[in-house]
Nanobody, 123 residues
Framework: QVQLVESGGGLVQPGGSLRLSCAASGRIFRVNEMGWYRQAPGKQRELVATITSGGITNYADSGKGRFTISRDNAKNTVYPQMTSLKPEDSAGYYC?????????????????WGQGTQVTVSS
């Protein structure tokens, strides 16, 4: 069906920047809203940012002014650019996408999650 593959996580110093990416692949008819969520140990998964196929963005308050989400519709890829990173931004970051895909004789829409990529902000 559909897979989301993430990349770009790692260790970064406080105040640094990191760019993640998430590419959707498979029998895709259309990728609808894409987004990123994060989950720190012992905490619930929370929104980072989302972006619609038309480019409308939504950010969690924690990332406003520091994070920018963009997408390349031709590549079915979403990119969150994270700047001025803080230790509290450390978490597993998960890509999420609503994807309309080809099924037998029709199309169907489903929500997918990536496997996650770790971001650690530490000196």
């Amino acid at each position: 069906q559909v897979q989301l593959v993430e990349s770009g996580g790692g260790l970064v110093q406080p105040g640094g920047s990191l760019r993640l990416s998430c590419a959707a692949s498979g029998r895709i008819f259309r990728v609808n809203e894409m987004g990123w969520y994060r989950q720190a140990p012992g905490k619930q998964r929370e929104l980072v940012a989302t972006i619609t196929s038309g480019g409308i963005t939504n950010y969690a308050d924690s990332g406003k002014g520091r994070f920018t989400i963009s997408r390349d519709n031709a590549k079915n890829t979403v990119y969150p650019q994270m700047t001025s990173l803080k230790p509290e931004d450390s978490a597993g970051y998960y890509c999420n996408a609503s994807v309309t895909y080809y099924s037998v004789g029709t199309v169907q829409t489903n929500e997918y999650w990536g496997q996650g990529t770790q971001v650690t902000v530490s000196s």
